[in-house]
């Protein structure tokens, strides 16, 4: 009896020295989620990130949500990456919230605006002429996800310029189906628009100006994270730091979402349309590269 269970604890013990590289939780450190909302970049973004991650080694999880619940779950730590943060004026009220407990990876675009946009048929050009047109609006300004940013700036707004307007809540795309539909009656339409977005491509579009600066000025883009992903994931966060978009590229990016219905399809052919610059972005040292290390790494840790 001895002798069996002296051979008994051998075979455990060696069947857990060779599990350990295959069952080791270190099986987990290349599982990345990015959060997103359905805005055109934040989905175009996300999508073209999440291949480029993928070529490299890394599964990642697309998770959709709202503005609230996202920043939420970043701060929380069940989402690990946001790579369409507007400051410093359309989210700061979240990463005022939320900082301690986020981090900066880079900006993606320095060129970002918001406001209230019409067709540019639409002849008046400031946000201190809306009332005096109300009816050709049905008095609505048609908006997207309650609770996101630009949300909140239409809601200022409409205080400081003490509009006589409903803002009506939708979605990213249901806002652009009705804007489209608009612009085919030649209706008076008005929305909270931001650029970069394909409809400005599509359509003949102006940011109605706006004196009091409710909306700030130009915003840039940045990726973020949950707090310690540079150091749990450092060539992730490195890689992600370095995506910069100008403004040809990002409105190209869109575009060809918005042309591909599959995001999927979409972001390969993007991508396969510059290479050259995707392979700008990545880090000197690839994981894709270095699985025999990254093995030996798992076994040790």
């Given at each position: 009896m001895n002798k069996i269970y002296k051979l008994n604890i051998l075979l455990l013990i060696l069947a857990t020295i060779i599990c350990l590289p295959s069952c080791s939780p270190g099986e987990k450190k290349n599982n990345i989620s990015i959060v997103y909302p359905n805005w055109a970049e934040g989905i175009a973004i996300s999508n073209m990130a999440?291949?480029?991650?993928?070529?490299?080694?890394?599964?990642?999880?697309?998770?959709?949500?709202?503005?609230?619940?996202?920043?939420?779950?970043?701060?929380?730590?069940?989402?690990?990456?946001?790579?369409?943060?507007?400051?410093?004026?359309?989210?700061?009220?979240?990463l005022n919230q939320y900082g301690n407990n986020l981090e900066t990876l880079g900006e993606i675009y320095d060129s970002a605006r918001v406001g209230f946009v019409v067709p540019d048929y639409v002849n008046i050009n400031s946000i201190e002429e809306l009332n005096a047109n109300k009816n050709k609006f049905s008095g609505e300004i048609i908006g997207i996800d309650v609770g996101a940013g630009i949300m909140k700036s239409a809601e200022k707004a409409i205080q400081e310029y003490d509009l006589d307007f409903r803002l009506k809540p939708s979605s990213g795309p249901a806002m652009t189906a009705l804007l489209k539909k608009a612009i085919e009656n030649k209706q008076w339409i008005i929305i909270t628009g931001w650029s970069p977005h394909w409809m400005f491509s599509d359509f003949k579009l102006k940011f109605l100006n706006d004196p009091k600066n409710t909306f700030?000025?130009?915003?840039?883009?940045?990726?973020?994270?949950?707090?310690?992903?540079?150091?749990?994931?450092?060539f992730a966060a490195e890689l992600l730091k370095n995506i910069k978009l100008d403004t040809k590229q990002l409105p190209s990016l869109i575009s060809k979402f918005n042309k591909?219905?599959?995001?999927?399809?979409?972001?390969?052919?993007?991508?396969?349309?510059?290479?050259e610059l995707i392979d700008s972005w990545l880090p000197a040292s690839s994981p894709s590269t270095s699985k025999s290390r990254s093995k030996m790494d798992q076994s040790i840790k």
């Open positions: 999440k291949k480029i991650l993928e070529k490299q080694g890394y599964n990642i999880t697309l998770m959709n949500a709202d503005i609230a619940p996202l920043f939420a779950s970043l701060s929380n730590g069940k989402a690990d990456v946001f790579l369409d943060a507007w400051v410093p004026v359309t989210h700061q009220d979240y700030g000025k130009t915003e840039t883009i940045e990726s973020i994270a949950t707090k310690g992903f540079s150091q749990k994931q450092p591909i219905q599959n995001e999927g399809e979409a972001a390969e052919s993007w991508i396969s349309e510059n290479q």
